[in-house]
């Protein structure tokens, strides 16, 4: 019997925590990324950002734009551009649903999450999200800090 190749990759790559403070998030999806050699060995070493970058519906593909990923350096001839546009792997029909939620709702889709799964592949978290206003920032603020002083009263009682 051949064995069956185990991963213990599952681990978060990179993190766009800003996101969720600055959109709410109305819906998510998981992701595949369309990535050169060279770009999974950076990633391995967990050297990238999202932070910057934004997802764009253009021609029926979905892109993510403006991330970086660090130049790996023992592939110097076969090295990739640090922030290329990199195609995500999506079905059809969530492109669709993509398109319309950017088009008629006016959302926004937002990277979230790098991460590798199970099986070692290279996963992007999106999510639909709309603008918050200035208002809606501070009293998201004002709850988490609600909840964390609550949490430290219920800890010490």
């Known amino acids: 019997m051949a064995q069956q ?5 599952n681990k978060m790559i990179t993190e766009n925590r800003r996101a969720r403070y600055d959109y709410a998030i109305q819906d998510t ?8 050699g060279s770009e999974v060995k950076s990633l391995r070493t967990a ?4 932070t910057e970058a ?7 593909e979905l892109w993510l734009i ?31 649903k993509l398109w319309q939620a950017k088009g008629r709702q ?7 999450k790098m991460y590798f ?14 603008g918050k ?7 998201t603020s004002k709850n988490r800090d609600w909840s964390r002083q609550k949490q430290r009263l219920l800890k010490n009682s």
């Open 5 to 9: 190749k185990t991963f213990d990759n």
């Open 29 to 36: 999806l998981e992701c595949g990324v369309m990535l050169m």
């Open 106 to 112: 006016a959302m926004t889709i937002v990277p979230l």
């Open 133 to 139: 206003k200035q208002a809606d920032k501070r009293e």
């Open 47 to 50: 050297a990238a950002h999202i």
């Open 117 to 130: 799964n199970d099986k070692g592949r290279v996963k992007l978290l999106i999510g639909t999200a709309k």
């Open 54 to 60: 934004y997802v764009d519906v253009e021609d029926g």
């Open 66 to 96: 403006n991330s970086y990923i660090a130049l790996y350096p023992q592939a110097r001839d076969f090295g990739h551009e640090e922030r290329r546009r990199r195609k995500l792997l999506v079905s059809k029909r969530e492109i669709a």
